[in-house]
């Protein structure tokens, strides 16, 4: 990898493929993973991945702090999860009926998660979010559901109320709280009268305007509580923390349970799958509706989850991601002090988040983050200007090590660029 | 397999694992998968599977009319699309940003499907069709969608407005009409008024009352002329039909092209994947709002749905499907009548729905196809007691032989227990 000008990546053939998207794709590229809106030495197509490294189609190396927005915990091509999907491709993956693997892995979620008696599984981390809501709903016989305030729990008319293509209704017997403001969960529940069917969560605050930061302690208590006080169910949205900061839950560090939880990302190390958890007695209301895909049982995902999971026990993973990002943050602390430049680093380390203090995210108004995630893609380190980085277990001490001496090269950029932040 | 009373399946496994399921999976098991409403002789879960046969967790084998309800089209692990998936595999699967497949296949299926000028991937049928409609309602700038009275478009609020859990506001905004009845699509536009967006159509009719009838001319040409008139989108939902009745698109030989298609089940053999392809005209509806998912941009999908429908085109795939289906239909029809059974075969041969007149299935009252199915299960034949079968180009003249053996021994009970049905 490049942290010389000398050796700066290329991407010409990232550049002929983008030519032939623009012609098949919508916008040349749609969702999270369109580069339109990232700088210049962030590629729009990867080759390949091994461990904490990834190469593009032009054969560029990077250490990947994305971890491929949340899914890769153990890093790419893990050893174990290759080894149980072998296996399980070996006799096949999607049947007219599940495979053991999902018998197996239930279990095994229910005995790791506090709250969870029973769990299902799906494709989509929306998937598991709409459904809990729709049990919560099932359970209660309420409609109310209340939630972050711009909070992300997914895409579609369950959640995105004033996007482009939805109906007015989408988000009816929806209403809004400001993460870890108690208050305003206890104004909205009282909004929402005898109502009430959910209070939604986030294991930690992610919303549009990019803050993102841990729950305290008075919050996920205060939450608890009011849904006891209530009969609301308390939905705790897992899908983008899950299993990188408690295998218990996110939320069980603060001795708090939630009454049904959403998982999807790192429950399987890249292999497509979601699941919920829940008590005991919301199983009912579960079992009372309908709700299925085409691939939801298929057992290659749930045999690479087994095996992610599984490891992650075995080795201590989440220690090891800590670690890891520890290093990073602090690496990055000492250095931005030494160029001179302020930043704010949010957010538990293993999905850490980086702001400029001198640009405005909530504006999009984030020349420092752009030139500083563009330098660094350029010399092999990938980041993000905007969204929280994530952290893996393959991290090793010379990936941040190497990584810190490119960090250093960009922030001596925005120190030119812009002088003191 | 057997064919003998002496011989019949047995199914310990099957319950020891069934029990287990009962503790950790909401009801024992969920969705369109679970065995709780099929017949004894039916397993809840599966082991392994080679071409046109699959085994449960007793090693009890079968030939597999219902192929996994759809996505295997080629037969259960075909050696093109397991090369592919392999290859892929190798270099990795989930990243920050998609392989070079997803120009591959887009490319692929805008070249093979006249009205797709441009594709969009995700994971389930149900976010293709979701996507499809709030393109519709994006490119129109209205929210009235009309759709056939029972048609199944997937699970979730855009679809199911009066389940369990559902808010009474889910489905606002949708009128509908009656399959193959032109006048009450007309009727239902004049109802929208200027605030039309989309006709929703399947390419076969399916409703929950077991409906499922081709579409005829007179029908497809009349709701392409009103969307014209209109200025309403035409979304075909082609998930359970798409590429097994033509590979141009399941109206292609009704000489009419929908504006936009969701695609799911038979498009990778199994892998997990969906899309939609459509008119460049709703291109820029498309890329102006944001819909995404975990693992939509996953290369091993993409790499196994461009072997699949290469295979598809290389092997005349569709006419494989449709010899296997046609035999099994005549095959049934003979012995119905040798039997002295009234049954009623409908649908394309490629996903056939076969009925005993005696039977009501609108009201679930089916113990003829129960005991018929039941009684097939047993000896090695999976079909199914309500769904439409699917068949698969891996179905070999043999297979049908053998089926059409075990069926002469489910007609005859059937007959023994109600005489002329």
Redesign the interface.
């Known amino acids: 990898m490049a942290t010389t000008d000398q050796q700066l990546h290329t991407y010409e053939r990232d550049a002929e ?1 983008r030519a ?2 623009a ?5 040349g ?5 369109s ?1 339109a809106r990232l700088p210049d030495g ?9 461990g904490s490294h ?1 190469w593009d ?1 032009d054969g560029n190396e990077y250490i ?1 702090y ?1 971890c ?5 915990v153990l890093g ?2 893990h050893p174990s999860v ?1 080894r149980a ?1 072998a296996a399980q ?1 070996a ?10 693997r ?2 197996e892995l ?2 095994l979620m ?1 005995g790791l998660i506090g709250h969870g ?4 599984f ?6 598991a979010t ?1 459904f809990a ?6 359970h209660t016989g309420k ?1 109310t559901a209340i939630r972050g305030e711009h909070a992300y729990h ?5 959640w995105m109320g004033a ?8 988000t ?2 929806q209403l809004t709280y400001t993460y870890n403001d108690l208050e305003s969960v206890r104004a909205a529940a009282v909004e929402a009268g005898d109502d009430l069917a959910a209070v939604v969560v986030s294991a930690v605050e992610y919303d549009a305007s990019g803050s993102w930061t841990a729950p305290d302690q008075a919050f996920v208590r205060g939450v608890r509580d009011l849904c006891d006080a209530t009969g609301a169910v308390l939905v705790l949205d897992d ?1 983008r923390a899950g299993f990188r900061l408690d295998l218990g839950g996110s939320w069980a560090s603060y001795g708090v349970e939630p009454d049904i939880s959403a998982y ?2 790192a429950i399987a190390n ?3 799958l ?1 699941a919920v958890v829940a008590k005991r007695e919301l ?1 009912e ?14 057992g290659v ?1 749930m045999a690479a989850s087994i095996a992610t999971i599984t490891t992650l026990q075995e080795t201590d993973g989440v220690a090891q991601i800590k670690r890891a990002g520890t290093m990073l943050r602090e690496g990055l602390n000492l250095q931005a002090q030494s160029h001179g430049i302020a930043i704010k680093q949010a957010g538990p380390v293993q999905v850490p988040s980086v702001r400029f203090v001198g640009d405005d995210l909530a504006k999009m108004d984030i020349p420092r983050a752009m030139m500083f995630t563009g330098e660094a893609a350029k010399r092999g380190v ?1 980041l993000h200007p905007t969204h929280n980085w994530f952290l893996s277990a393959a991290h090793r001490d010379e990936d941040i090590e190497h990584t810190l001496a490119v960090t250093d090269v960009a922030f001596a950029r925005v120190k030119e660029a812009f002088g003191d932040a």
């Open positions: 493929l032939r998207a012609s098949v794709l919508p916008g590229m749609y969702g999270h993973q580069a962030f590629p729009q197509f990867f080759a390949r991945g091994e990834i189609v990947d994305m491929s927005y949340g899914p890769i790419h091509r290759e999907v491709a006799d096949g993956d999607c049947f007219n009926a599940p495979t053991e999902i018998v239930a279990e229910t008696d029973w769990a299902w799906a494709k989509n981390g929306s998937d709409r809501l729709q049990v919560a709903r099932a409609n997914g895409w579609g008319s369950t996007a482009t293509g939805m109906t007015p209704s989408a009816d017997f899908v999807c990302k890249g292999y497509p979601s199983e209301a579960a079992s009372r509706f309908f709700a299925t895909g085409s691939y939801w049982f298929s995902a990938y």
